[in-house]
């Protein structure tokens, strides 16, 4: 089946600094890639949607300038938390569509803890 | 009025009970709708799709009704292993479109 394979599934890291997250499409093409936050007890929630070759669509509340997103090929997306803060520690993660009848494969997400 | 509402539980159940519970949805233009599984730090796992004529894998039966906008998933026999948070999920419009969840039913299988 059509697998996402997400990295690194654990961070931790300095305020300030920036991480990158990648989502890899192992076995098929993904032109659209989600990328989700969820923070404890509460529900995931759609950060933007990556498009490869285009700039990405962010969600209402979500500053495209701290959390960039590239697409640059149809196996690969990345997101930047950039100049991280305590309250960006979150669990991230992303996933694909390979059809429409609930075919979204999520990466296995990334425990980002900023200290 | 949030998209998608589930109670959070928890739902404490005895091994080999049947359990059943609901979400509720605000758009009424969403087109798709699912279940998914979650495991404590865990990525969601897609459980079923829901449909209006409704779908039952196993133990597992999903059933959708627009007019009210509710989703409704019933587990019978139910294992230890089913315990879970389980994610009412609805896809807001056509074409790729994220999904919206829902914070999540917490069930608790006990034996």
Redesign the interface.
Known sequence: GAVVSQHPSWVICKSGTSVKIECRSLDFQA??M?W?RQFP??????MA?S?EGSKATYEQGVEKDKFLINHASLTLSTLTVTSAHPEDSS?Y?C?A?VG?????T????T?LTVV | RKE?EQD?GPFNVPEGATVAFNCTYSNSASQ?F?WYRQDC??????L??VYSSGNEDGRFTAQLNRASQYISLLIRDSKLSDSATY?CVVIRGGG?????????THLIIQP
């Open positions: 032109t659209t989600f989700y007890k509460q529900s995931l929630m759609l949607t498009n669990f993660i996933s569509s429409r009848n609930g075919g979204y999520f990466g296995s997400g425990r | 998608v959070p798709s699912f730090r865990k990525e969601p796992k897609l079923m799709s994610l790729a479109d994220g999904l919206t969840f829902g914070k999540g």
